[in-house]
């Protein structure tokens, strides 16, 4: 059977699939799982065309890597047949332990990182293919010896945030996020052991920090988007408060699970195999039946937060740079214990609630963007920049509470 096969990327155009293993890989039921984990949580409640899924960043992450690949060796960078392949499946399973709709309800079903369960099902699937995962694994840890492979999977200038912002961009229609991903690849370069941007690729890095900046705020915590998925967050609270009170709710075998029980890393190291199936029957589809149901649930806050979800009757949610007075607080949640209904009182606090967000475009705090000028002299991007990057991090506060 050929296994190299091609596929039409609406972002990229027809892309091909390298390496046996790497289809292999696509067809695992673990990878097809992220067709139904969406890339931008409940973003499409505000941008109607954000539907791409997990699925989609992946596989265009890989082809990004592959580029990437090619244009070092190019350079002269030495990467062998089994580090390059290394590289791409790292790069495909970086996000295969995504939570349903991905950062929105990460901490929320199972306290542990994405990436830390990424990383079990790495090695559960390094068992299957007879141990063909070991560089991967060892590229996504950063513990290769070839650092700058690890940089192209995750640092501040990876395959990662080069197709996410390209791809987020395109399918919610916000051009700020549009990147010259094309150009700094082929400007990437490699010096003592780690990766660089050749100095020509200067103010095609400072676009894209601009454009990560510019769709944070713009997309990933555009405040409606915020407020959805915390209503998210907290609907999914609430039932597992339920649940570890007995109380029944239905909902999939693996969401039930996973309410019912208290998981934690140490739980999934410890029994990895059983509990990793579980995680991976857990997707979007069980979430939103669960919603469905849950509407008509006989308790007020989760009838309540799931009908509302359901119904896109969003709370309203106020944003602003330092936090809200106590006096507004307490005359707000005043006047929505007066529309409770009699005796509902203990809602108020799902019904009301404060919180802050904040994100840096980027960091100086540890592995800076670094530029490789043509007389050999390596300068961070913090100081190579003619118009200054913005290291600095932003925090908005928020109060959100229901319309009525």
Same mark, same amino acid.
């Given at each position: 059977?050929?296994?190299?096969?091609?596929?039409?990327?609406?972002?990229?155009?027809?892309?091909?699939?390298?390496?046996?293993?790497?289809?292999?890989?696509?067809?695992?039921?673990?990878?097809?799982?992220?067709?139904?984990?969406?890339?931008?949580?409940?973003?499409?409640?505000?941008?109607?065309g954000a539907l791409h899924t997990r699925f989609?960043?992946?596989?265009?992450?890989?082809?990004?890597?592959?580029?990437?690949? *090619?244009?070092?060796?190019?350079?002269?960078?030495?990467?062998?047949?089994?580090?390059?392949?290394?590289?791409?499946?790292?790069?495909?399973?970086?996000?295969?332990?995504?939570?349903?709709?991905?950062? $929105?309800?990460?901490?929320?079903?199972?306290?542990?990182?994405?990436?830390?369960?990424?990383?079990?099902?790495?090695?559960?699937?390094?068992?299957?293919?007879?141990?063909?995962?070991?560089? $991967?694994i060892q590229i996504f840890q950063n513990k290769?010896?070839?650092?700058?492979?690890?940089?192209?999977?995750?640092?501040?200038?990876?395959?990662?945030?080069?197709?996410?912002?390209?791809?987020?961009?395109?399918?919610?229609?916000?051009?700020?996020?549009?990147?010259?991903?094309?150009?700094?690849?082929?400007?990437?370069?490699?010096?003592?052991?780690?990766?660089?941007?050749?100095?020509?690729?200067i103010y095609s890095v400072e676009k894209f920090?601009?454009?990560?900046?510019?769709?944070?705020?713009?997309?990933?915590?555009?405040?409606?988007?915020?407020?959805?998925?915390?209503?998210?967050?907290?609907?999914?609270?609430?039932?597992?408060?339920?649940?570890?009170?007995?109380?029944?709710?239905? $909902?999939?075998?693996?969401?039930?699970?996973?309410?019912?029980?208290?998981?934690?890393?140490?739980?999934?190291?410890?029994?990895?195999?059983?509990?990793?199936?579980?995680?991976?029957?857990?997707?979007?589809?069980?979430?939103?039946?669960?919603?469905?149901?849950?509407?008509?649930?006989?308790?007020?806050?989760?009838?309540?937060?799931?009908?509302?979800?359901? *119904?896109?009757?969003?709370? #309203?949610?106020?944003?602003?740079?330092?936090?809200?007075?106590?006096?507004?607080?307490?005359?707000?949640?005043?006047?929505?214990?007066?529309?409770?209904?009699?005796?509902?009182? *203990?809602?108020?606090?799902?019904?009301?609630? *404060?919180? #802050?967000?904040?994100?840096?475009?980027?960091?100086?705090?540890?592995?800076?963007?670094?530029?490789?000028?043509?007389?050999?002299?390596?300068?961070?991007?913090?100081?190579?920049?003619?118009?200054?990057?913005?290291?600095?991090?932003?925090? #908005?506060?928020?109060?959100?509470?229901?319309?009525?």
């Amino acid at each position: 059977m050929n296994k190299k096969k091609i596929f039409n990327d609406p972002v990229y155009g027809f892309t091909s699939i390298p390496h046996g293993i790497i289809f292999d890989l696509i067809e695992h039921p673990y990878y097809q799982r992220l067709r139904r984990i969406s890339q931008l949580g409940l973003s499409h409640y505000v941008y109607p065309g954000a539907l791409h899924t997990r699925f989609h960043h992946c596989l265009g992450a890989m082809h990004l890597m592959t580029q990437a690949i *090619e244009t070092l060796k190019s350079k002269d960078v030495e990467i062998s047949k089994k580090e390059a392949r290394g590289a791409l499946i790292a790069i495909l399973l970086h996000d295969i332990g995504h939570a349903p709709f991905s950062h $929105a309800l990460e901490h929320t079903l199972v306290n542990v990182h994405h990436e830390e369960l990424s990383e079990l099902f790495m090695q559960k699937l390094n068992e299957e293919f007879k141990g063909k995962l070991d560089i $991967a694994i060892q590229i996504f840890q950063n513990k290769y010896p070839k650092k700058f492979l690890h940089q192209l999977v995750s640092s501040q200038l990876d395959m990662d945030r080069m197709d996410y912002l390209n791809r987020d961009s395109f399918f919610t229609g916000v051009s700020e996020g549009v990147i010259g991903y094309d150009r700094i690849i082929k400007m990437l370069t490699v010096k003592n052991n780690e990766l660089m941007v050749e100095e020509k690729g200067i103010y095609s890095v400072e676009k894209f920090l601009i454009a990560r900046r510019l769709m944070y705020w713009q997309v990933y915590l555009h405040k409606t988007v915020l407020a959805a998925e915390q209503m998210l967050i907290r609907t999914l609270k609430r039932a597992k408060e339920l649940a570890q009170q007995g109380v029944e709710l239905e $909902a999939s075998e693996g969401l039930k699970f996973f309410l019912y029980e208290n998981i934690t890393l140490k739980d999934f190291k410890k029994n990895r195999n059983v509990l990793l199936d579980k995680y991976a029957s857990l997707d979007d589809v069980d979430i939103l039946s669960a919603l469905k149901n849950w509407s008509n649930h006989n308790d007020y806050v989760l009838s309540f937060l799931s009908k509302r979800i359901i *119904e896109r009757k969003l709370f #309203k949610i106020k944003m602003q740079n330092e936090p809200f007075k106590s006096d507004y607080v307490k005359d707000l949640r005043h006047m929505i214990v007066n529309n409770l209904p009699k005796g509902r009182s *203990e809602a108020l606090d799902y019904l009301v609630f *404060e919180g #802050k967000e904040s994100n840096s475009a980027y960091t100086t705090n540890k592995d800076e963007i670094k530029i490789l000028y043509k007389n050999g002299k390596v300068v961070p991007m913090s100081d190579a920049s003619d118009h200054g990057v913005q290291p600095k991090i932003i925090t #908005k506060h928020y109060i959100c509470y229901p319309k009525y």
